[in-house]
């Protein structure tokens, strides 16, 4: 299969690279923009005229693969902060941490994902095993409880996943992306780790501060259980489901459509799922349900129906219930799925990528978070298909990075990519010995330092270095403080500047900088 | 290529698989272990039967990627223990971070490893670009700066990378495995950056306290003039750089063999480079050489000895001379290095694998740390071939990983695997809904805290949980309690037993684990 990549000139990824690219950028512009990009596009990416060496375009175009991104310092600056707070939310929540090889054995992701299962990365037969990258973190997971026969744990996993997908990077649609997973496995009793699961979500996107957020939750046994009811027959349960799946970015009509005249089913039959799948509502709505004279004959609609009114009692608890919704159009695309699923979407419009993509993107924000519960897939990988029970939450981290840069873009701070505290600077010239030594006493005391890679730094550029670089301090080297056996600290901001002996030099750095 | 796994039925790796194997095991080593071993090892890797339905084997040596593994929780405990030493060096010397994608397009990585370009992995071509998982870190570095016209960088880059080797688990060797890379990227004064990272190796390696250490120095410069001076013909340069190279693991007999009978140089030039490569020292053996007959009218050798003579007095500012050691037999496999290199090696015999592996350790207990200049590799990627000096050290964190699991093996002190401060407890049944509001209370108040799963936990299986987990607190509900609106603290170590009121608990709770 080959993916079609730009079939659209205006494609924001196509746009995204013409506008990384600073030389090439003016002489495109110039010309007819659209037309031109899509030439270029086409041209870059055809394997047949990879080699041609056209010198404007070859540093740009064809040293990344497609849909992948570098981090640059100030990136990562933002995602560690990112990380940060993921990380000691599933810590508050008492996880432990895993980690699995980014490619697992190809028969090891195979019938997990549905129709995704074309996404997969394969590696090539080079000899040995056939090896794919991992598609997400919870087969991976799955597959190590089963080899390590554990029935009972709470861990988080933070590692990139891959997929061959259509990449949209101003909309933070990556073929590379970071996924933060949660997961609690083991046998407890109903929807009281799924809630767990759920409080997490709102913990982590309030904190995050990515604006209004709505969670949506639904239940694959009501799904099927609606799905009986509305007479679809046994074998076209999971196809008709993943086309519900796509009402978040397709209206009722196109996808009413793909299941009578893609999928086969009757008009009937689709529209009696129509009146359902409109429905929202809360704790109120699992109650109307179960009164429902469709419904309530289902037996797996019922359980499903009284485990989410069970799940609000505890969302009420946990404080949570202002953000989340019961939504009979969740369906999430995954084969795995065998209870819960949710999914948070961030409800604020205008938040990325609208400049480029407004209509798109005011149809659907995004999702940010997924997840549900999966009680069987363990029990594939058990040569006696033991099953352990799980649920898990995954959060799609790349979108959250995006509006997180937007928004340090727009702000006034500017984001640091070094701590250093302090640097060793000299006065005059031939005192590189000097401040070799400075600096490896600072170092030994724990402080973050640097020095010039020069022989003889001028004084100014030494103190241009910490300004761009936000380096608050400086110590300064000259024949006379070296003669009085001082150093002589100056503040970067105030330039304020006084003489200290060595050994205070070290407890004043401490002092000022523990103070910032 | 097929790579010829399991032909030796002593190999350390097989004889890991047979361990990790429970209920294998017994039966296993109830015959002629190696034998049988060598024979199930082999049915398992190949291709024809690896479907063929064994119950005992099929959930241990199915599941995983020859020469991967997983990390569980107690081992990344120690994993995140290491790389929080490491990044806290790199922070320490002014080091900002980066990331790129674990594939890079197959050309970029082409032409840059030598005879080890053979041990790349290759994704398998889907339609679209030719893919290879990355081999190093500094590779994708190099691009990463010609890309983005970056002249100037200090960074580190913590991920991992791949190579299709034989793996030997018991030595640390995989074929995923983690580099910790520092590199200093600008034009600077000679040897400043360098010494840096020669000192950065020496502060990480001091901190791990993983025993005694070398680090081995030589310049690609001095090895090129050395073998002009010795009669090489300037074609065969690489090919016997990379034969001297495996002097680490080769008696010199082997060495030399391989130079006469496979890569036909002559015996006189062969037996010359056995007269440099014995030699060892300090900056003394660079101004011993300097006045070397042969080697003092290559003006390639004279350039490198100088700089090695430099390097030194850097070195001694840095004190850390006590652990360099100029060494003419280290030669560093890959292309792309153009003047110093280093390589630190654990000295300390017996550190690990000795059990299974003891010869062959013996005569190599591992390098862990490795580097040099390449002042080249960015031009490479530079459409105008601008050059970007760069130099930089890679840590092989794996092995150091193995040994510090060894090390917490063997220790007293229990590895907890999660930060959990208390366990909300309830001492009768029917308190759910009052355990679920006071955990929500404390994860408000940022309190690591957790409830048990069930509905009705006994208070016993409660307690042994914080047992289990090294949990130190666990706050307690009953009935009484919540009559008198208190909770009771009680101290897991101590079983001491305190009632305090809700706004209490949180002040005590942080009081002591900040003790803690």
């Not at 074998?235 to 970015?249: E, G, Q």
């Not at 004959?297 to 009284?306: E, M, P, R, V």
């Not at 209870?339 to 940010?368: C, K, P």
């Amino acid at each position: 299969m080959t993916l079609n990549h730009g079939h659209d000139p205006c494609n924001p990824e196509t746009i995204q690279l013409a506008k990384m690219s600073g030389s090439f950028k003016s002489w495109v512009f110039g010309l007819n923009p659209s037309k031109v990009l899509h030439l270029v596009y086409k041209l870059m990416r055809s394997r047949s005229l990879k080699h041609v060496q056209t010198k404007t375009i070859k540093p740009l175009w064809f040293f990344q693969p497609l849909g992948t991104r570098d981090y640059n310092p100030k990136q990562m600056a933002i995602r560690e902060k990112v990380f940060n707070t993921v990380v000691a939310c599933f810590k508050r929540h008492g996880a432990e941490t895993i980690d699995t090889p980014v490619f697992e054995l190809k028969e090891t992701l195979t019938g997990k994902y549905g129709e995704d299962s074309k996404l997969i990365y394969d590696l090539k037969d080079q000899g040995g095993e056939l090896l794919s990258l991992r598609y997400d973190l919870t087969v991976p997971f799955a597959r190590y409880l089963a080899m390590n026969k554990i029935t009972n744990i709470k861990r988080y996993h933070i590692a990139k996943v891959y997929r061959r997908d259509n990449p949209s990077m101003t909309r933070g649609r990556y073929r590379e992306f970071y996924q933060c997973d949660f997961d609690i496995a083991g046998q407890y009793d109903a929807m009281i780790p799924d809630a767990e699961c759920l409080k997490i979500v709102h913990e982590i996107l309030s904190e995050l501060e990515l604006g209004d957020f709505r969670i949506k939750v639904n239940d694959r046994r009501i799904l099927d259980g609606m799905f009986a009811a509305c007479g679809v027959p046994d074998d076209k349960f999971r196809t008709i489901c993943s086309t519900v799946d796509k009402l978040d970015k397709m209206s009722w009509e196109d996808v009413k459509n793909e299941m009578v005249n893609e999928k086969g089913l009757s008009e009937q039959a689709a529209d009696l799922i129509g009146e359902f799948v409109s429905m929202q509502g809360g704790r109120d709505l699992a109650e109307r349900l179960l009164q429902n004279p469709r419904l309530s004959q289902n037996k797996l609609a019922c359980s499903g129906l009284s485990d989410v009114k069970l799940l609000f009692s505890y969302l009420e608890l946990f404080q949570v219930t202002d953000k989340v919704v019961f939504d009979l159009s969740l369906a999430r695309g995954l084969d795995y799925y065998t209870g819960l699923i949710y999914e948070a979407v961030l409800t604020q419009a205008g938040l990325s990528g609208d400049t480029l993509n407004g209509a798109e993107d005011s149809v659907s924000v995004g999702s940010v978070a997924g997840g549900g519960r999966y009680d069987g897939l363990v029990g594939m990988f058990d040569p006696k298909g033991r099953k352990v029970p799980c649920v898990g939450v995954s959060f799609g981290i790349e979108r959250i990075f995006t509006i997180m840069e937007q928004k340090a873009e727009s702000s006034a701070d500017k984001v640091r990519t070094t701590e250093v505290q302090v640097l060793v600077a000299s006065a005059q010239k031939n005192l590189l010995e000097e401040r070799l030594k400075l600096v490896t006493d600072l170092w030994k005391a724990g402080i973050k330092a640097e020095v010039m890679y020069k022989k003889n730094p001028k004084l100014l550029s030494q103190l241009q270095h910490c300004e761009e670089s936000g380096i608050p301090l400086v110590a300064i080297l000259g024949e006379q403080e070296l003669k009085d056996g001082v150093v002589k600290l100056r503040v970067v901001a105030t330039r304020e500047e006084v003489d200290f002996s060595r050994a205070d030099l070290i407890r004043e750095i401490r002092r000022r900088t523990s103070e910032a």
